[in-house]
């Protein structure tokens, strides 16, 4: 017997929202697991970039909670190698921001040892500020 | 050749060595690196959510630098910009094609930067090995005095040089750039799997095991590939494959130390450039012995 699931409003307008703010068709994901598989950095995840696309599809706003989009690292690998020509860095992107911008922030720039500071190339800190801040 | 050259916050700090040592050997190719005047940040990482503009500014007010070059005459007709690291190579090409191709959006960044000239999507993005390969290999190998034929080089191309494909300069995939560049210097490459590995990037400010995990995957795959030392273009590639290779050791004692250099450092060794240009104190992982047992210092 097919299964129907029937997504409720805040669902729908979660899926509306990724959507729009990551410029992705997440409803073209075929679950195929392509972006999983080369996920460099799959096995410190919670959940995986092709569950967190699942979840995103049926609106489950748990995927908030999740680690995965903190994770990404825009390497694109997933990117170049999706069937369905997704990108699910854009994905983890929009995601980040709807937390972000509610000014929480991923990383505590005042707790970052000194010694860390010292030694870290801009580079690193730029962008992880502009990842992981709001 | 003249050329526009940009060159990003940390060619001017921790990575004044790959600055140094590429303007020199460019300078031995004839090629003239003129800097922007008035560069600022490319932000290090493109804006990827479709609303945020606001972070477009920092790369396209660099490339507004570019035409107000040629309309001064420091460089003639030359609307390409060069970039050395791969971050500020993707962050300033993805900014240009966004601008070319939405044209709403670069009216919004136009009007917003009121006070500067109006950029008109002209500007190219290039990265170093592009120009190399477009001045020819064969001009590189003319230049080479000392031969590396007995230095082993695993290339590191990371991501931003060559993802995603409208962005990348080769074959995201099965790239050969520096390859070919290393068979230009008699240097035979090194083929390995880990070449196109991301090496976790900004993560090593908050999830520095999850990048000392892939560091040493990568790492130990050059070296199970046969390689002597790495190569990169990138400097936090760099800073995550050398300076990281400190806590890799202490999760693996049994993990043995492989130099990892900038491109331009070996071509700068090869062309037989001065010490203080090559820079080879700044490398975190000492790569002067592997060197003095090549014969090659």
Redesign the interface.
């Known amino acids: 017997m097919p299964k129907t699931i029937v997504l409720d409003k805040k669902s729908v307008n979660f899926l509306k929202k990724i959507t729009?703010?990551?410029?992705e068709i997440i409803t073209l994901c075929d679950q195929c697991g392509t972006c999983s598989g080369g996920c460099?950095?799959i096995?410190?995840m919670d959940i995986t970039p092709s569950q967190l696309m699942r979840m995103v599809l049926i609106g489950d706003q748990t995927v908030l909670q999740s680690k995965t989009m903190?994770?990404c690292?825009?390497?694109?690998?997933c990117?170049?190698r999706c069937p369905r020509g997704l990108?699910v860095?854009?994905v983890a992107?929009?995601l980040r921001?709807t937390t972000l911008r509610q000014s929480i922030d991923?990383?505590k720039i005042d707790e970052?040892p000194k010694e860390?500071l010292a030694?870290?190339?801009?580079?690193?800190?730029?962008?992880?500020f502009?990842?992981?801040t709001s | 050749m003249k050329i526009p050259y940009y060159p990003g916050c940390t060619l001017k700090s921790t990575a004044k060595h790959f600055e140094n040592s590429a303007i020199a050997s460019a300078k031995a190719l004839d090629i003239e690196f003129i800097e922007l005047p008035k560069w600022n940040c490319c932000g290090v990482v493109t804006p990827l959510a479709e609303d945020d503009i606001m972070h477009h500014v920092a790369p396209v007010r660099n490339m507004i630098r570019v035409l107000e070059m040629n309309k001064a005459g420091t460089v003639s007709n030359e609307k390409r910009l060069l970039t050395l690291c791969s971050m500020c190579f993707n962050t300033l090409k993805r900014s240009s094609l966004r601008v070319k191709e939405k044209i709403d959006d670069l009216d919004i960044l136009n009007d917003f930067m009121y006070k500067e000239e109006d950029y008109d999507g002209s500007v190219e993005i290039v990265h170093f090995l592009e120009i190399l390969k477009e001045n020819g290999f064969d001009k590189i190998n003319k230049k080479v005095k000392k031969s590396l034929k007995d230095l082993k080089v695993a290339p590191y191309y990371g991501c931003m040089l060559l993802r995603p494909k409208d962005i990348g300069l080769d074959d995201p995939e099965r790239p050969t750039i520096f390859e070919e560049l290393l068979s230009a210097l008699n240097a035979p490459p090194v083929d390995w799997r880990a070449k196109n590995k991301c090496c976790g990037s900004f993560l090593t400010l908050e999830n520095k095991e999850t990048v000392a995990k892939l560091g040493h995957d990568i790492l130990t795959n050059a070296q199970k590939s046969g390689a002597d030392m790495i190569i990169t273009s990138c400097p936090l590639c760099a800073f995550n494959l050398d300076n990281r290779q400190k806590i890799i050791k202490k999760i693996h004692p049994e993990f043995e130390t492989i130099p990892v250099l900038y491109f331009t450092q070996l071509m700068a060794i090869a062309f037989g450039l001065d010490k203080e240009l090559i820079g080879l104190d700044k490398n975190f992982i000492n790569p002067i012995p592997l060197l003095e047992s090549k014969g090659l210092l």
Request: charged fraction near 30%; aromatic fraction near 2%.
């Open positions: 729009e703010l990551s410029g460099p950095v096995e410190d903190w994770l690292a825009t390497c694109n690998t990117t170049v990108d860095s854009k992107e929009a921001q991923k990383v970052i860390e030694e870290l190339p801009q580079i690193a800190l730029v962008a992880a502009r990842k992981l």
